[in-house]
């Protein structure tokens, strides 16, 4: 269950795997663009799927960093060097966006790009979290 608020026009369709907008109250957390690669700054694949969800890893292990957990994300920003990997591996991406952050949808952005700093890099993720304010 999320502790933020999804924001959802009542007439319009539903959105399936992402947040149209989210109202949150809190602490802000924000992470840099995180690619795929381990905490050594190596790639263990060059699968989408599996960039993906290592890059997914790498947010949520910056997020406790600050005490932030998945259910607290607010926003995901996404970058891909290929629009029709992402697409092609819809099943696969939600069944490891799930076993990493859980059924907690944030408001979503994927944006392709030519390219990404990193040469082998197919994907790039940003994130914001805000932590709830302790109850008074």
Same mark, same amino acid.
């Given at each position: 269950m999320s502790p933020h608020e999804v924001l959802h026009p +009542?007439?319009?369709t539903p959105a399936r795997g992402y947040a149209n907008g989210i109202a949150a109250d809190g602490r802000m957390v924000f992470t840099g663009g995180l690619i795929g690669w381990t905490a050594d700054q190596t790639f263990a694949t060059d699968d989408f799927v599996g960039q993906a969800a290592q890059a997914l890893r790498n947010v949520v292990e910056v997020l406790a960093c600050a005490g932030a957990r998945p259910e607290h994300l607010v926003r995901l920003t996404w970058y *891909?060097?290929?629009k029709c990997d992402?697409?092609?591996s819809l099943k696969d991406l939600g069944r490891a966006y799930r076993e990493i952050i859980g059924n907690h949808y944030p408001a979503m952005a994927l944006v392709q *790009? +030519? +390219?990404l700093v990193e040469d082998r890099a197919k994907v790039e993720i940003e994130a914001t979290a805000v932590i709830p304010r302790e109850a008074p």
């Open positions: +009542a007439s319009w *891909v060097t290929d992402y697409l092609a *790009v +030519a +390219a």
